[in-house]
């Protein structure tokens, strides 16, 4: 058995706790390879980077240590990483938290259901991008996104608004749209951000979207909401979110580059204060 394997095993089952991470690095270092002793660095400096105050002189130098580290090893370690991945364009939008990989994407849909899923279930990732529109995406057959804390879909993500048909056991079923399969899968019982800019959403999908969100399996965890760049939702929009029931938890709405205007932000700032941007 590979001597690694039950400290990822812990990692993995613990993924926002860096405990299990710098057990991993102690263990590491102990072993004297030089490779080995730059991971152990590379995972406590991506930790202290966590608690850091950006702009301060530690911040600087953790960030100057954390790129020397990436620029020397960063080409063995993304071997770490899905074959889809590591020879394709997206291998450097991949950001790398506490020493590991930690988002995923931007893929397609069909790309995360044959190779995605599976990097989230043996890769300690948090965060996952989905785009290229068109796609019916049914989340409830990915139990595997219960680990996720972050989720981005889109830009242009056709199949959010129309709706689609998919086959399944023999038998033609219409879905409304991706929307309802997000708002009606138990499986997001982790996710904290939730990014849904730049997919012409509209006035009436917030309705819909409003009225379900409660009862969302991500409803009592989202801290973040993004629907900037949807030009669509305008003072109607801002109505509903000024109104329905259950988006108080939410510690930010972005809500930039909408057609909201300053008496619809007006009625925002009631509601959220600060929390609306």
Known sequence: ??????????????????????????????????????????????????????????YRELKAL??????????DWRYELPEFVRYGSAVDQVQWRRGFPDDLGPMTFDQFQHHGSGAVETLP???????????????RRFPVLSHITRLRIGPRFDGLVEGLVWHENGVDTVASNTTESLLLAPVFTSLRHLDLSENQLTDAWLV??????????????LETLNLSGNFGITDAGANVLATAPGFDRLTKLHLRD????????????????????
């Open 66 to 75: 954390e790129t020397r580290i990436l620029d020397y090893y960063l080409d």
């Open 125 to 139: 990732l948090l965060g996952v991008q989905i785009t290229n529109g068109g796609a019916f995406i049914h989340f």
């Open 258 to 277: 909408t057609s909201i205007s300053r008496s619809g932000w007006a009625m925002l700032v009631r509601r959220f204060g600060e929390r609306v941007e």
């Open 208 to 221: 819909r979207f409003a009225s379900a969100f409660a009862n969302a399996s991500f409803s009592p965890t």
């Open 1 to 58: 058995m590979d001597p690694r394997e039950p400290f990822l095993k812990a990692i993995i089952a613990n993924r926002q706790d860096n405990l299990p991470r710098l057990v991993y690095a102690d263990w590491l270092e102990e072993s004297g390879e030089p490779e080995n002793i730059a991971r152990a660095h590379f995972i406590r400096t991506q930790i202290h980077l966590e608690a850091a105050v950006p702009r301060t002189k530690v």
